[in-house]
Nanobody, 120 residues
Framework: QVQLVESGGGLVQVGGSLRLSCAAS????????MGWHRQAPGKQRELVAR???????FYADSVKGRFTISRDNAKNTVYLQMNSLKLEETAWYYC??????????????WGQGTQVTVST
């Protein structure tokens, strides 16, 4: 059974920083893509950043230059360093991974989310 567990959310002031972590556990053979999505109140979930096993990255235009996604392959963990946070980035942040698990094949998995609140 595969699980994704996020951590690192919390309350931060405008302009502050947070680092989110997402650890994948279970009988994982390969992880192809890991990424972060977010959903603000009343809005649709959006892709924030994504990192492939080959090192290719994607960032939403709104976070380019401020957020950095990285990965520790040995720990099956992906990080999202968020700097210069804005009020409108208050949201639940969700980790997602496309991976190959033993007996399950290739699927997409989601974490339970971690809340980020940006305040004045």
């Amino acid at each position: 059974q595969v699980q994704l567990v996020e951590s690192g959310g919390g309350l931060v002031q405008v302009g502050g920083s947070l680092r989110l972590s997402c650890a994948a556990s279970g009988t994982i053979s390969s992880i192809y893509v890991m990424g972060w999505h977010r959903q603000a109140p009343g809005k649709q979930r959006e892709l924030v950043a994504r990192l492939t096993s080959g090192g290719d990255t994607f960032y939403a235009d709104s976070v380019k230059g401020r957020f950095t996604i990285s990965r520790d392959n040995a720990k099956n963990t992906v990080y999202l360093q968020m700097n210069s946070l804005k009020l409108e980035e208050t949201a639940w942040y969700y980790c997602a991974a496309t991976l190959h698990a033993e007996k399950s094949g290739v699927n997409e998995y989601w974490g339970q989310g971690t809340q980020v609140t940006v305040s004045t």
